[in-house]
């Protein structure tokens, strides 16, 4: 039999995690079957096995596929030598993100890993790998706001990340719950946050 190409195989991956994220968003991951993923994905079972052994093994690959997608949202581009200003651009992306069907819907199986992590070790280290990612960057950000005079020194850096990540996630639940989430209020609310972070003139 021929050699299937390497991209072949990573875009059939893709669409394989694409399908399964649909399904899981609308039907969560244990009322789920295999053979919902296959009807959503159109590929044969053969080709869903070829990838993945099972069920458990495609929640640990959306796991992983959501790390990508979250560390695509950290990245600035151009990052501004303001502080601040970094962090104001990584909260307008991630409520930027949350307006959209796509994030909102990878934001659904998120909570639903969050409670998959209470049962699965590896899940687990993903969810906590997860969030340590965007603290790291943050108590980055403010250790640099308080060399170069931005920051208040008296700040925790690692306290106030937590708080800022757990901000975030709050907003998801609500969001999830069918909350209207402003996103010009979650950034109101956000600046004055970072007003209490910002060294005193």
Known sequence: MPKVKPETLAIRREEILQAAEICFA???????????????????????Y????????????????RHGRDSALLALKDPPDDVLQSLRSIARAFLGDLQKEEGLRARRVA???????????????????????????????????????????????RGAARAMVAMFQGIVLQRLWGETVSTAEAMHAFDIFLAGLAAKR
């Open 26 to 48: 609308r039907q969560g991951f244990h009322q789920t079957t295999i053979q919902d993923v296959i009807k959503q994905s159109g590929l044969s079972a053969g080709c869903i």
């Open 50 to 65: 070829g990838h993945f052994t099972g069920k458990e093994e495609l929640i640990q690959a959306i796991g992983e596929s």
């Open 111 to 157: 909570l639903q890993l969050w409670a998959e992590a209470l049962r699965d070790d590896v899940v687990r280290d993903q969810v906590t790998s997860g969030i340590r990612q965007p603290i790291a960057l943050i108590v980055d950000l403010l250790r640099r706001g308080q060399r170069s005079g931005a920051i208040d020194p008296h700040v925790q850096p």
